[in-house]
C-alpha cells in the first residue's frame, strides 16, 4: 500500500475498525474512507453496491460485523446469522466487481471446533463440533473466510483473512448484558464499587482459559498483514498466553480496585474451556505483540471511564 493509497475500512465506529483506522493515521496514510451505518447500510446489497462502484477503494479492512457476548449470540441467533452473512457478502462481492486490490476479512477465534485441540491451528478448522452457543456467528465467520477463498480461486481476488483471538481495548462494548466477558468484568467490578458493593458474581466456575489481544496490537498486525501477507490460508492473531478467567478476574479487580470478594455463580455456563490460538504462522512472518495484559486493561479501563461518567 502506498501511503495515498485509498483504503476503505467498513466498522470504523467499532473497537477493532477504530483501531485500524488509529493505526493508518499513525503509519501517515492519508486517503482513508469511512462510512457511518446512516450513510451506508452495509446488509443493503444494491447500497453498498453503490458505494463500491462510486468510491473505487484500493484496499479494504473488514472489520464491520454484528457481535456480542455468550448471552446475546445465544439469545439472537438467527440475527447474529443473518446479518453477519448479509455484511460480509455484500463487501466481498463488490470488492470482487469494482476491483480492489486486496481486502483483508476479519474473523473469530469461535469458528474453531468446540473441542479441538489447544493450541488451536488454522488446519484445525471444520474438523469438528463448533460451541452451540455461538454457533450462528460462528459459521457466518466461517463462510466469510470461504468467500475469501472461493473469489481467490475463481476471480483471482488477492482476499485474506485474519483470525483474531478475544479482542479488548478502547470503544469496546461494556453493556451488562451483551457484551464480552473482559468489558463485562471491568463495568461489574467498576459499578460495585461505585455502589459500595460486598462482592461481584462471575458467571461459571472461574475455569475456562482465554486469550486476550489489545485492539491496537491487533490493527498493528492486521496492517502488517495487509502489507506483507498474500497467501490462500488464513492467519490466526493471537497473544500467545492465555489466562484463566478466575485469575482474570483478580488482574481486573486490582486494577479497577474494588476491595470486595468474587462469587462464581455455577449456574451459568462457562463457554468452551479453552481457546489459545497457535499465531506461530504469523508470528514466523516477524509479528509479535506489545501491549501486555495489565497494561492493556489499565488502558482500557481508562478509555471506559472517559466514556462512562458514573
Not at 460451541?131 to 483471482?156: H, M, S, V
Amino acid at each position: 500500500m502506498e501511503l495515498t493509497s485509498k483504503i476503505y475500512v467498513a466498522g470504523h465506529r467499532g473497537m477493532v475498525g477504530s483501531a485500524i483506522v488509529r493505526a493508518l493515521q499513525r503509519t501517515g496514510f492519508t486517503n482513508i474512507i469511512t462510512q457511518t451505518r446512516n450513510e451506508l447500510d452495509l446488509l443493503n446489497q444494491q447500497a453498498v453496491a453503490g458505494f463500491f462502484e462510486r468510491e473505487k477503494p484500493e484496499y479494504v479492512f473488514l472489520a464491520a460485523a454484528k457481535v456480542g457476548g455468550i448471552m446475546a449470540n445465544n439469545t439472537y441467533r438467527a440475527d447474529f446469522l443473518y446479518e453477519n452473512l448479509l455484511i460480509e457478502t455484500n463487501i466481498i462481492h463488490s470488492a470482487c466487481k469494482s476491483g480492489v486490490k486486496k481486502l483483508l476479512f476479519l474473523g473469530s477465534s469461535c469458528i474453531y471446533p468446540k473441542m479441538a485441540p489447544q493450541p488451536l491451528k488454522e488446519e484445525y478448522l471444520l474438523s469438528g463440533l463448533l460451541e452451540e452457543t455461538n454457533e450462528p456467528y460462528a459459521i457466518a465467520k466461517i463462510a466469510g473466510i470461504k468467500l475469501c477463498e472461493a473469489y481467490r480461486d475463481q476471480y483471482g481476488c488477492n482476499f485474506i483473512s485474519a483470525m483474531p483471538t478475544n479482542m479488548y481495548g478502547p470503544n469496546d462494548n461494556y453493556h451488562p448484558e451483551n457484551s464480552h466477558v473482559l468489558p463485562a468484568l471491568i463495568r461489574k467490578f467498576h459499578e460495585a464499587k461505585e455502589h459500595g458493593l460486598s462482592s461481584v458474581v462471575v458467571w461459571g466456575d472461574g475455569s475456562p482459559l482465554r486469550e486476550f489481544l489489545y485492539a491496537d496490537d491487533l490493527a498493528n498486525a492486521l496492517l502488517f498483514l495487509m502489507e506483507n501477507y498474500n497467501e490462500k490460508p488464513f492467519v490466526n492473531v493471537g497473544f500467545g498466553e492465555d489466562i484463566s478467567i478466575g485469575d482474570l478476574a483478580l488482574l481486573i479487580k486490582e486494577i479497577v480496585g474494588f476491595q470486595g470478594t468474587i462469587v462464581f455463580d455455577t449456574s451459568k455456563p462457562n463457554g468452551t474451556p479453552r481457546k489459545l490460538m497457535d499465531s506461530g504462522r504469523l508470528f514466523s512472518l516477524g509479528w509479535k505483540p506489545a501491549v501486555s495484559l495489565s497494561e492493556g486493561i489499565a488502558l482500557a479501563y481508562r478509555d471506559f471511564l472517559s466514556k462512562n461518567n458514573m
